[in-house]
């Protein structure tokens, strides 16, 4: 997606709609309007693109996915911001499922993704 950082999120997920990083960035967007079920909405899309994307590379659900890995990117944020969101609407269970998860995948990947 390099040369789209002109674009709306909404723009490139339109052109784009397998990619985990744009649905990511669209819940980003939302969540800083307060539009936290938009933005749960959007985390949950590319979480699921992210997982296709990573199974696709031959992942099988275990192991590392570092942050530090470009590609891999796309599938934390949205993670991330799939647990925010879920915490604003008070999915309790969804929270700590996804905070157990994200820390398995990347014990860093939270603190570079707020960083």
Known sequence: M???????????????PESSLAWARLAQVAWSEGRELDSYAY???GYHRGLDSLRRAGWRGKGPVPYS????RGFLEALYSLGRAAQA????????????????CDPTAREQIEG
């Open 2 to 16: 390099a040369g789209l950082a002109a674009e709306t999120p909404d723009a490139v997920v339109k052109r784009h």
């Open 43 to 45: 985390a949950r899309v």
């Open 69 to 72: 890995h470009e590609p891999n």
């Open 89 to 104: 609407i008070g999915e309790t269970a969804e929270v700590d499922r996804i905070s157990e998860f994200l820390d398995a």
